[in-house]
């Protein structure tokens, strides 16, 4: 699995923390993601999960220290692919319930106060995990296409940015501009979306 890293952008309800493996005695309370896989524990990501009610500040740092309340419980989430190009970590959502784990580049969206909620990010697999908390969105970059989270849940996908590979250039006053190949010219072509909709923009 490549090195993991924490983002903290969003204030969250929650603390948690990369295990280095799978405690000898596991937690009462265990979930793994997705919930049907072959072979889940190879590799896997465990982390610990500990839901609390206070809202940690999007300035706290990994791990966080924090007064623990509600019962933590252990994660393990299955790896994507063992590639340099395939993030791992943790991020913030905006839902501050939530928490984006990245195994291999598979993202799960688990929510800390009921474990059994949890979505997968169709992107197999996310590239690159981008937060705009001006705009209260959580991207994600696939080789085609940017989906974005909101609060509410999915807030928009856009339509195929590149044939193989995307990178962002700038996010400012609600628009993000990247670039995109294009496999007719071979070439980098640039795009702008607006962050509100997804939709594209002139550039």
């Not at 923390?17 to 309370?29: A, D, F, T």
């Not at 993202?107 to 009921?114: D, F, K, M, S, V």
């Not at 996310?126 to 991207?139: A, D, F, K, R, T």
């Not at 856009?158 to 044939?163: A, C, G, P, T, V």
Request: glycine letters at 8%; hydrophobic letters at 45%.
């Amino acid at each position: 699995m490549t090195a993991t890293m924490f983002d903290g952008s969003f204030a969250h309800r929650w603390i948690a923390e990369i295990l280095p493996s799978r405690p000898m005695i596991l937690p009462p309370r265990h979930y793994t993601y997705p919930a049907v896989a072959e072979e889940v524990e190879k590799g896997a990501m465990e982390v610990l999960i500990r839901p609390e009610t206070g809202l940690a500040g999007s300035t706290a740092q990994y791990p966080m220290d924090a007064p623990i309340a509600p019962v933590p419980f252990l994660a393990t989430c299955a790896l994507g692919f063992r590639d340099a190009a395939a993030p791992s970590g943790l991020w913030s959502m905006p839902d501050p319930d939530w928490i984006c784990a990245v195994s291999g580049g598979y993202a799960y969206l688990i929510n800390a106060t009921c474990p059994e909620q949890f979505t997968m990010i169709a992107y197999r697999p996310v590239l690159e995990i981008v937060p705009v908390v001006e705009q209260g969105l959580l991207l994600f970059v696939g080789h085609h296409a940017i989906l974005a989270w909101g609060r509410n849940g999915e807030a928009w996908q856009s339509d195929r940015l590149s044939w193989e590979g995307i990178a962002i250039r700038e996010i400012e006053d609600g628009v993000l501009r990247g670039t995109g190949w294009d496999m007719m010219t071979d070439k980098d072509v640039p795009f702008a979306l607006d962050l509100h909709t997804g939709g594209r923009i002139a550039v």
